[in-house]
């Protein structure tokens, strides 16, 4: 499999297998939802379309492979484990790709959150190519690679380097998003804003879970935003989320904002809990400062893009930390 197979092979993928034409994907999908209630039918299509429509287009692959001239054109024998997260329907797909974009093998640790989607990929792969059998291999325990990425809370990130340390390794731990708002955004742009907060239920780490705005900023834009994403609370677990986040603050006897079903209150902690967003006050002119070791995207007027950040390119990588370029030196 040279380079030129495996694109289009991914295409193919994206073109055929993860098409809603599809049964055998339409029964994934299904199966899916059954085991991980998280997996809402329309997170899923969001998540596949992004897929197909950033990742999965061959022109794209076409110029992000260019960008790496050192990817080999034959398979490497390098293993590399891949242990995958699960909090998004298909959230491991970026590193399984640019794996095997790279010509290495990949041993994959499955989530238990996120196995059947997951599995349909590689067996779709392996349909489109038997050459993929050799280079796929899903395992419980990753042993005996010669590189990892790892994706993990950050107690498994001390993990992880605990056992991967000593090989090449990309090891990424709890991280967030926040958004810097000016009192300016257009309804439209609070629109998007809403979907950069609360897709997948808030729970990837490009979704913004604090909110920055000038001191004296009217909410009342920013909550009716929102409210299109009230039907949220009709999901069980993430009701029983809001209604326990919901006796701490009154316990507390904190002031809170409630956009039908999504929290909002004042903490300076960018990580919030599930169907809450945490706000802070800043000074006009004087932006504030933000920890990089806690956050993967910033969104606003100077910033990303409203609306943008679940639709990551190739190119948008993890923790800013290029994926690719990792694993085109390993065959050096």
């Not at 899923?44 to 080999?72: D, G, N, R």
């Not at 209150?265 to 004087?286: C, D, K, M």
Request: negative net charge; glycine residues 6%.
């Amino acid at each position: 499999m040279n380079i030129q197979a495996r694109i289009d092979a991914f295409f193919t993928l994206g073109d055929k297998y993860l098409a809603d034409t599809n049964q055998a994907f339409l029964d994934s999908k299904w199966k899916a939802n059954n085991q991980n209630s998280w997996f809402l039918p329309q997170f899923i299509e969001q998540s596949t379309k992004q897929i197909v429509e950033q990742f999965l287009q061959k022109s794209q692959l076409v110029a992000w492979t260019k960008l790496y001239p050192s990817i080999s054109q034959a398979p490497t024998g390098i293993k590399v484990g891949i242990v995958m997260a699960g909090n998004i329907p298909m959230v491991g797909f970026h590193d399984l790709l640019s794996v095997l974009i790279a010509g290495h093998t990949a041993i994959v640790k499955l989530s238990s959150k996120d196995t059947v989607l997951m599995q349909y990929v590689i067996d779709s792969l392996i349909e489109i190519d038997p050459a993929f059998k050799d280079l796929i291999m899903v395992q419980e325990q990753l042993k005996n690679c010669d590189a990892y990425i790892a994706t993990g809370s950050n107690n498994a990130g001390q993990f992880f380097e605990q056992y991967f340390g000593k090989y090449p390794n990309i090891i990424r731990k709890n991280k967030t998003s926040v958004a810097i708002l000016d009192g300016t955004e257009t309804t439209e742009e609070l629109d998007l804003l809403a979907d950069d907060m609360m897709l997948y239920f808030g729970m990837g780490c490009r979704n913004v879970t604090q909110v920055w705005v000038p001191t004296g900023y009217d909410f009342i834009p920013l909550l009716t935003a929102l409210k299109k994403y009230s039907y949220l609370a009709d999901e069980h677990k993430f009701k029983h989320n809001y209604d326990y986040q919901l006796a701490l603050l009154m316990m507390n006897r904190q002031f809170y904002m409630d956009a039908d079903g999504i929290l909002m209150s004042e903490n300076p902690s960018p990580f919030a809990a599930i169907s809450q967003v945490h706000y802070q006050f800043y000074e006009p002119g004087q932006l504030p400062l933000l920890n990089p070791i806690d956050i993967q995207c910033v969104v606003g007027k100077d910033a990303l893009p409203f609306g943008s950040l679940q639709k990551p390119s190739l190119s948008q990588y993890a923790d800013g930390v290029d994926t690719l370029a990792f694993l085109s030196t390993l065959a050096k």
